[in-house]
């Protein structure tokens, strides 16, 4: 079977347009040579004039014909420039910031979210080491208790009913990002414009009062003592029983 080689620059032929020589190789002999012809005419020295004339147009030449490991010497040329000129050491920087597009991925600088987390996270080992109590607590043989007199049973049952007692509405302020907000002062007003509760969020965002109030339309304002966070004056209905509670939200869009 007949072999055929197969070309090795396939993407950097050129096709030879002027003669034997392509574009480039015809637009540096136009450059060099008229080039050589006036160092020749300038230069006052007999000798030193065709030498420097024929250095000039060599380079020519050279950039047109005379390929270097299959490279051509502009390549070469071009390379050697750059390489100077690129630095030798390069400097690690520790304190270099984020990327702006991953400051909201995996970068947090809001306080509100980090004292979340953090009250998440002491809930969370309370609440472990409230049941690993009880699981041991369980675990122990029962013991024989006495009865209780008719007194003790009464303030029994009255700690109990105060233990029990639960709030008369709840509520939580969140952002836009469904982030818990703190510090949150929560005005409760009448129809007439009376304040008759001053509430104020914890650091869950969470808000209750235990003072029951009549069945009626209440007017919630909200204010941030930092001026953070802004708020629309919401109206709500207060039932005698508020199992659920109300939720509320800044106004920012961004």
Same mark, same amino acid.
């Given at each position: 079977?007949?072999?055929?080689?197969?070309?090795? !620059?396939?993407?950097?032929?050129?096709?030879?347009?002027?003669?034997?020589?392509?574009?480039? !190789?015809?637009?540096?002999? +136009?450059?060099?040579?008229? @080039?050589? &012809?006036?160092?020749?005419? %300038?230069?006052?020295?007999?000798?030193? *004039?065709? &030498?420097?004339?024929?250095?000039?147009?060599?380079?020519?030449?050279? @950039?047109?014909?005379?390929?270097?490991?299959?490279?051509?010497?502009? +390549?070469?040329?071009?390379?050697?420039?750059?390489?100077?000129?690129?630095?030798? #050491?390069?400097?690690?920087?520790? *304190?270099?910031?984020?990327?702006?597009? @991953? =400051?909201?991925?995996?970068? /947090? /600088?809001?306080?509100?979210?980090?004292? $979340?987390?953090?009250?998440?996270?002491?809930?969370?080992?309370?609440?472990?080491?409230?049941? #690993? =109590?009880? *699981?041991?607590? #369980?675990?122990? #043989?029962?013991? $024989?208790?006495?009865?209780?007199? $008719?007194?003790?049973? +009464?303030? $029994?049952?009255?700690?109990?009913?105060?233990?029990?007692?639960?709030?008369?509405?709840?509520?939580?302020?969140?952002?836009?990002?469904?982030?818990?907000?703190?510090?949150? &002062?929560?005005?409760?007003?009448?129809?007439?414009?009376?304040?008759?509760? %001053? %509430? =104020?969020?914890?650091?869950?965002?969470?808000?209750?009062?235990?003072?029951? &109030?009549?069945?009626?339309?209440?007017?919630?304002?909200?204010?941030?003592?930092?001026?953070?966070?802004?708020?629309?004056?919401?109206?709500?209905?207060?039932?005698?029983? *508020?199992?659920?509670?109300? =939720?509320?939200? /800044?106004?920012? %869009?961004?």
């Amino acid at each position: 079977m007949e072999q055929h080689p197969i070309p090795r !620059q396939i993407t950097s032929f050129e096709f030879k347009l002027i003669g034997f020589m392509t574009v480039k !190789q015809f637009i540096y002999l +136009v450059i060099f040579f008229p @080039l050589a &012809l006036i160092v020749y005419a %300038l230069f006052p020295i007999p000798i030193l *004039n065709i &030498l420097l004339a024929i250095v000039v147009g060599g380079v020519g030449i050279a @950039l047109a014909f005379i390929p270097i490991n299959d490279r051509p010497m502009e +390549v070469w040329i071009r390379n050697f420039i750059r390489r100077l000129s690129s630095p030798t #050491q390069y400097f690690y920087q520790k *304190n270099n910031h984020p990327l702006y597009f @991953l =400051k909201t991925l995996f970068f /947090s /600088s809001d306080p509100h979210m980090v004292l $979340a987390h953090v009250d998440s996270q002491e809930k969370l080992k309370a609440y472990l080491l409230k049941t #690993q =109590k009880t *699981n041991i607590v #369980q675990k122990r #043989q029962p013991i $024989a208790i006495p009865p209780k007199t $008719a007194g003790e049973t +009464v303030v $029994a049952e009255k700690k109990k009913e105060t233990e029990e007692k639960k709030a008369f509405f709840s509520g939580i302020v969140e952002n836009h990002r469904m982030i818990p907000l703190p510090g949150i &002062l929560i005005y409760v007003k009448d129809g007439g414009g009376k304040t008759l509760r %001053l %509430l =104020k969020s914890n650091p869950n965002g969470i808000f209750a009062t235990f003072n029951s &109030l009549p069945a009626g339309d209440y007017f919630f304002d909200f204010k941030d003592p930092r001026e953070t966070y802004f708020f629309d004056r919401i109206k709500m209905r207060i039932e005698d029983n *508020n199992p659920k509670p109300l =939720k509320f939200f /800044s106004k920012e %869009l961004l």
